[in-house]
């Protein structure tokens, strides 16, 4: 079930991390919320397994935003020089 609830706060992180981030952002919804889902997957494992909080720690949210935020800049410079 833990799974379930990083990928339900992967989704909001990544619609929070859209909102603070400059520029246009992904191609649309689906992209967004795939990223924020792998941010917040990724921020979550790494921060626990690093020992920074456990699960269920409102810290957790905060690094899912963090993790959204880093592949949205990092999709940014990918797409930008792309184009």
Same mark, same amino acid.
């Given at each position: 079930?833990?799974?379930?609830?990083?990928?339900?706060?992967?989704?909001?992180? +990544?619609?929070?991390?859209?909102?603070?981030?400059?520029?246009?952002?992904?191609?649309?919804?689906?992209?967004?919320?795939?990223?924020?889902?792998?941010?917040?997957?990724?921020?979550?494992? $790494? +921060?626990?397994? $690093?020992? $920074?909080?456990?699960? +269920?720690?409102?810290? +957790?949210?905060?690094?899912?935003?963090?993790?959204?935020?880093?592949? $949205?800049?990092?999709?940014?410079?990918?797409?930008?020089?792309?184009?």
């Amino acid at each position: 079930m833990e799974i379930v609830w990083t990928i339900v706060i992967g989704f909001f992180a +990544g619609m929070i991390a859209k909102m603070i981030t400059p520029g246009k952002g992904p191609a649309g919804f689906f992209m967004t919320a795939v990223l924020g889902i792998a941010g917040s997957i990724g921020a979550t494992y $790494l +921060g626990q397994a $690093l020992g $920074l909080y456990k699960p +269920g720690h409102f810290a +957790g949210f905060i690094a899912a935003i963090i993790g959204s935020v880093i592949l $949205l800049v990092i999709y940014h410079l990918v797409t930008k020089n792309n184009s």
